[in-house]
């Protein structure tokens, strides 16, 4: 039996810290909707503009797609120390299904982790049935959430704008990710907190789109001695293109008019941008935590340090989003009283994994020192176990030996 918060209705909202807010000093989340500061970079860093810079965008997505991928699952702790899978939780189906009618559980994570790592903070909606169980999970949108601290108690309260006026909503009835941030509770969105380093890779991605979708630069200059009329000049060029552009470059010239062809080099800035475009790349990468291999920045990778990489991403990148997630997922969505038997947690094998060589030498050691048995080895490669399969023993040990059991 599963016990749930008892809980009444929000009272009316007590005197909050924020400052009334006017168009004459609009809130945070109104700038940013709008990218009404921009970067000295000339050009407005919102959400949406961020993610068409391929590098915010494959480290949102190595984010957010990794905590959708991961499977997350509520255990129910046994008196022997043994872990179960609490299928029978209300909770479970919810993170591990369907978060409602119309989403998968994988996707409701991916886009709340998502709206994290953009705005600052994922809202979702828990509706309840009347026995105060949790029957759905419905994403806000993050322009649509304003979170509050009461000036009493430091109480979160979140102000939901629904288009038809505004009301408050329980804060046990809000499962909230958010980004890191000074105060804790409201999340600060690192689009808005790095825009200059985001702008500065938005500005190079599109003097880059110009550059070549002009032609780049001429290869070289054709000069003649005194001064052309318009239509020679025109007559000359169209020459001149018609014989060695295209399919027919790299042929022998002929100039009329004791003409000259003079190539043209590049300079060092120019030669310097595609270093300057890396760096703007790694700006990113810190941003969001992402070692640089995640946004396809090879540059120091080696095919030896691929699964030490990946242990990375998973330490320095990955952990800390999926303890906001089992946290919220703690205090939201299981009772107190329950608490001390069930929790969630999400299952990271999978980033783990090396090779199979490397898989198999360690299951064999594994299997050896009776950590673990044949048949749970066989689970944790999808295979089905086999009959005797599920025995501790040392399979190294000889005939004469002492094969010990468990």
Known sequence: MFRLFSRQQPEAPAPVADEVRSLASPEDWLLDLFGAVPAQAGVSVTPATAMRSTAVRAAVEAIAEAIGGLPLHVYQRGEDGARDRATDHPAYALLHDDANDWTPASSFREQLTRDALLHGNGYAFINRDRDGLPRELIRLRPDAVTVELDTLTSEPRYRLNDGSGQRYLDRRDVLHIAAPSVDGVKGASPVQQCREAIALNIVMERHAARLFGRGARPSGILRFPGKLGAETAKRIKASWQAAHAGENSGGTAVLEEDGQFQALTLSSVDAQFLELWQHSILEIARIFRVPPHMLFELGRATWGNAAEMGATFLRFTLDRWLKAWQGEIR????????????????????????????????????????????????????????????????????????????
Do not use: H
């Open 331 to 406: 205090l939201k969505l299981i009772a107190p009283d329950d608490r001390a038997r069930f929790y969630a947690e999400f299952l990271v094998d999978d980033l783990l994994r090396s090779d199979l060589a490397a898989r198999a030498d360690a299951y064999g050691k594994l299997i050896a020192a009776r950590i673990l048995n044949p048949n749970e080895v066989r689970a944790m490669e999808n295979r089905a176990p086999y009959a005797g399969g599920d025995k501790f023993q040392n399979p190294n040990t000889t005939a004469g030996g002492a094969a010990n059991a468990a």
